[in-house]
T-cell receptor, first 117, second 112 residues
Framework: AQKITQTQPGMFVQEKEAVTLDCTYD???????LFWYKQPSSGEMIFLIY??????QNATEGRYSLNFQKARKSANLVISASQLGDSAMYFC??????????????FGQGTTLQVKP | DARVTQTPRHKVTEMGQEVTMRCQPI?????VFWYRQTMMQGLELLAY????????DSGMPKDRFSAEMPDATLATLKIQPSEPRDSAVYFC??????????FGPGTRLTVT
């Protein structure tokens, strides 16, 4: 069965510093996708970054990068040069894309990030 | 600018009333998800569809919830009868077979 774990309920980071949000996952399917979403206080779910299980390179999108360690089953989000606007809840998610191909997308419990000026 | 749309954005209703939430997925997307978000439970997957066929609705209370896709441009989530514990934000999301999944703005439901 799929499982996503985010062990950090809350984190603080100083403005302009980098921060890593942890995410571990479990699946028996060799083909899957990993996602990170941001949810600011306004409530919308904003897609940040996607990593496929067969992608050789770690995904990057601007200040966001996904540190994908397949053997450890971890998919940590790294935010470089934090800004005050990065304060939000961050969700890690996984979708099984393999032979079962159910496409089911499940989420972790989220990490609240607060950026301090 | 393609996006997932949801209506209504806010809904306040009394216990026992029927609630219908609607979602228009991004044109061409073949997978649609319904999630419920509460402080206590986080983001729960209620149901999802691929090519309009329901793949999994095990997260949905079957006695009062139902989800359908009458056509490729409309997904609906109904609660009948509604209860105070159904108060939550309901998100619809859509995507293709692989790749990014995009979320709608959500429907904030309050059942009094």
């Amino acid at each position: 069965a799929q499982k996503i774990t985010q062990t950090q309920p809350g984190m603080f980071v100083q403005e302009k510093e980098a921060v890593t949000l942890d995410c571990t996952y479990d699946t028996s399917d060799p083909s899957y996708g990993l996602f990170w979403y941001k949810q600011p206080s306004s409530g919308e779910m904003i897609f940040l970054i996607y990593q496929g299980s067969y992608d050789q390179q770690n995904a990057t999108e601007g200040r966001y990068s996904l540190n994908f360690q397949k053997a450890r089953k971890s998919a940590n989000l790294v935010i470089s040069a934090s800004q005050l606007g990065d304060s939000a809840m961050y969700f890690c998610a996984m979708r099984d894309d393999g032979s079962s191909n159910t496409g089911k997308l499940i989420f972790g419990q989220g990490t609240t990030l607060q950026v301090k000026p | 600018d393609a996006r997932v749309t949801q209506t209504p954005r806010h809904k306040v209703t009394e216990m026992g009333q029927e609630v219908t939430m609607r979602c228009q997925p991004i044109l061409g997307h073949n997978t649609v998800f319904w999630y419920r978000q509460t402080m206590m439970q986080g983001l729960e997957l209620l149901a999802y569809f691929r090519n309009r066929a329901p793949l999994d609705d095990s997260g949905m209370p079957k006695d009062r919830f139902s989800a359908e896709m009458p056509d490729a441009t409309l997904a609906t989530l109904k609660i009948q009868p509604s209860e105070p514990r159904d108060s939550a934000v309901y998100f619809c999301a859509s995507g293709l077979y692989f790749g990014t999944v995009w979320f709608g703005p959500g429907t904030r439901l309050t059942v009094t």
